[in-house]
């Protein structure tokens, strides 16, 4: 079992960056799959990008690509999601979620078992 702690939310400026990170407990962190899925106010929640437990290969969302960039450190137990070019549509609550290795990373959130609490980030124009 995994528990996730997500921090780095908070109020942003169009055009901005931010970096939220997903720490993580437990020795087990480096085996399993991580991803980021997002919901925003009003809609469902979806899937933001998501990682191996290698950090060999990646998944990014083609509404996010080129501007958000998902990475891991197993040393220090810890995820990563760099938001950049930020705009008012990106306005989410933004998860982090861990799911059991999968030879194909998984993008639906029905496939993690673990979640973090969801840091808001609201995008002001």
């Known amino acids: 079992q995994v528990q996730l702690v997500d921090s780095g939310g908070g109020l942003v400026q169009a055009g901005g960056s931010l970096r939220l990170s997903c720490a993580a407990s437990?020795?087990?962190?480096?085996?399993?799959?991580m991803g980021w899925f997002r919901q925003a106010p009003g809609k469902e929640r979806e899937v933001v990008a998501t990682?191996?437990?290698?950090?060999?290969?990646?998944y990014t969302a083609d509404s996010v690509k080129g501007r958000f960039t998902i990475a891991r450190e197993n040393a220090k137990n810890t995820m990563y999601l760099q938001l950049n070019s930020l705009k008012p549509e990106h306005t989410s609550v933004y998860y982090c979620?861990?799911?059991?290795?999968?030879?194909?990373?998984?993008?639906?959130?029905?496939?993690?078992?673990?979640w973090g609490q969801g840091p808001q980030v609201p995008v002001s124009s």
């Open positions: 979620a861990a799911a059991p290795p999968s030879l194909r990373l998984g993008v639906s959130e029905s496939e993690y078992n673990y």
């Open positions: 990682i191996s437990w290698k950090g060999d290969r990646t």
């Open positions: 437990g020795p087990t962190f480096s085996t399993y799959d």
